[in-house]
């Protein structure tokens, strides 16, 4: 394997975490103290990403990546845009950044985003860490616009395709799914009328098993989703999830 990497293009990574607090992007923590006072101080955060290595296709790329900072193999991936523009990074803590590392400014980024359980990741450190879509830090290079771009291909994405259940355990409750939902949306959803469409779905199998909650919660009743069923269904109509 050629481990020598492409100096002008990249991938970027966009995981994005589900738990009881909603939907959450992982970043990695930016530092640079150069004791100059003509360098400014770099302090903030950043998606994680790396040059392609020549013999790579950009998937392998991405899976290198995902598997280095999470420890996870395969889960749901999406390559969804290519960043180009020649004045993308133009900022002069991140110019210092590159410069830093010997590497050139005009890169092209590939994109890609990953959904999972928050809880699957064990964070290895405090330089990396889950924040809320809502509420994201600092962040350095174009990678604002990035999550953005991202976070409005995936809310697409829900409405047409099952990558919800990406973000559930095997077995679910419907008002897990429900909140996947609308922390995904951004949007309120009217329980009752969720819960009419959802067990309409033929995919959304209802189990023999309740989870038992709090002292002050009634048992609720397990789901899974069938790939099976979806597939079959799908390929005959034009579905929407919910």
């Known amino acids: 394997m050629d481990f020598r990497k492409i100096p002008n293009i990249s991938v970027d990574c966009v995981i994005f975490g589900f ?3 909603g939907i959450s992007i992982l970043l ?3 530092t640079l103290q150069m004791y100059d006072d003509k360098y400014p101080v770099i302090d903030d955060w950043v998606l994680t990403g790396d040059h392609v290595m020549k013999s790579e296709r950009l998937d392998e790329s991405a899976e290198r990546i995902f598997k280095e900072l999470t420890g996870l193999g395969k889960v749901y991936k999406k390559q969804f845009r290519t960043f180009g523009n020649p004045t993308r990074i ?3 803590k991140d110019l210092l950044w590159l410069k830093s590392r010997g590497v050139n400014p005009r890169v ?3 994109a890609y985003y990953f959904l999972l359980p928050a809880e699957s990741v064990q964070l290895k450190d405090e330089n990396i860490q889950w924040y809320p879509i809502q509420k994201l830090p600092k962040l350095g290079f174009d990678h604002e616009e990035i999550i953005r771009q991202a976070y409005a291909d995936l809310q697409l994405k829900v409405m ?3 990558v ?3 973000f559930l355990d095997d077995r679910f409750t419907l008002n897990e799914l429900q909140f996947a939902y609308e922390s995904v949306l951004d949007v ?3 329980n009752r009328n969720f819960r009419k469409k959802a067990i309409s779905k033929a995919y959304i199998v209802p189990l023999d098993e309740k989870r038992v909650g709090g002292a002050s919660k009634k048992p609720a009743g397990l789901y899974m989703f069938s790939r099976d069923i979806y597939e079959k269904i799908s390929r005959k109509y034009h579905i929407i999830n919910i």
């Open 19 to 21: 738990d009881q607090d």
């Open 28 to 30: 990695s923590k930016r």
């Open 90 to 92: 133009k900022n002069e």
């Open 108 to 110: 092209m980024s590939v």
């Open 160 to 162: 047409s395709e099952p």
């Open 164 to 166: 919800i259940f990406e």
């Open 188 to 190: 309120e959803i009217d």
